[in-house]
């Protein structure tokens, strides 16, 4: 069986057969009719294309997860390109539904993780091109271009929907704040330490 093939079938085996009148959904997401199901639905285009870097952090993300290749609904795998400026980081952030796998495709990259409570360690390591690192599902991590260059790397997640979880913008930027009084307990700082970097997200 060709692989084209073995995809068409898993599609149709995770979805099974929707109605018209009544669609069905998996992961929150509508499956369609077999007979409807095209090439289209497997496919992506652009991960060629260099993100651009040009914001705050100095890197972006490019994703092709369920929403942007409906194929992959079922399967359990999606994959992002990461362009990184001179001194661009990929910020500290969470993956609540994957577990991630980066190579360096050019570029050195400094990439970390933070383990669970109690222990809390940085584990962290500087990768060079071809370089390969595991970031654990749900566990903090984040990536530096430690290069003189721009870097790129290429992330593989075992989930059609990994989801994101920024952490700074998840917590100075939620909508609303997160009470001023709260954070500067937690971080031990002054609250308007706190009202100024919320003022940033």
Same mark, same amino acid.
């Given at each position: 069986?060709?692989?084209?093939?073995?995809?068409?079938?898993?599609?149709?085996?995770?979805?099974?057969?929707?109605?018209?009148?009544?669609?069905?959904?998996?992961?929150?997401?509508?499956?369609?009719?077999?007979?409807?199901?095209?090439?289209?639905?497997?496919?992506?285009?652009?991960?060629?294309?260099?993100?651009?870097?040009?914001n705050a952090v100095g890197s972006a993300v490019t994703p092709v997860t369920v929403e942007e290749l409906?194929? #992959?609904?079922?399967?359990?795998?999606?994959?992002?390109? /990461?362009?990184? *400026?001179?001194? @661009?980081? =990929? &910020?500290?952030?969470?993956?609540?539904?994957?577990?991630?796998?980066?190579?360096?495709?050019?570029?050195?990259?400094?990439?970390?993780?933070?383990?669970?409570?109690?222990?809390?360690?940085l584990i962290t390591k500087e990768l060079q091109k071809g370089d390969v690192f595991v970031f654990p599902e749900g566990l903090i991590h984040f990536q530096k271009?430690?290069?003189?260059?721009?870097?790129?790397?290429?992330?593989? #997640?075992?989930?059609?929907?990994?989801?994101?979880?920024? /952490?700074?913008? *998840?917590?100075? @930027?939620? =909508? &609303?704040?997160?009470?001023?009084?709260?954070?500067?307990?937690?971080?031990?700082?002054?609250?308007?330490?706190?009202?100024?970097?919320?003022?940033?997200?």
């Open positions: 069986m060709t692989s084209h093939w073995l995809l068409f079938g898993l599609l149709v085996a995770g979805c099974s057969l929707a109605f018209a009148s009544d669609p069905l959904f998996v992961n929150g997401l509508v499956c369609k009719e077999a007979r409807l199901v095209q090439a289209d639905d497997f496919f992506y285009s652009g991960l060629q294309l260099m993100g651009n870097t040009s409906p194929g #992959l609904n079922t399967l359990g795998i999606s994959m992002a390109r /990461i362009d990184f *400026a001179p001194q @661009g980081i =990929n &910020p500290p952030h969470t993956h609540p539904r994957a577990t991630e796998i980066l190579t360096v495709m050019e570029g050195r990259i400094l990439v970390g993780f933070v383990t669970s409570n109690p222990q809390i360690r271009n430690v290069g003189s260059g721009y870097a790129v790397a290429i992330a593989a #997640l075992s989930s059609q929907n990994p989801g994101v979880i920024t /952490i700074a913008n *998840a917590v100075f @930027g939620s =909508n &609303p704040d997160i009470a001023g009084d709260i954070l500067a307990k937690a971080f031990q700082v002054d609250i308007n330490v706190i009202y100024q970097i919320q003022s940033k997200f």
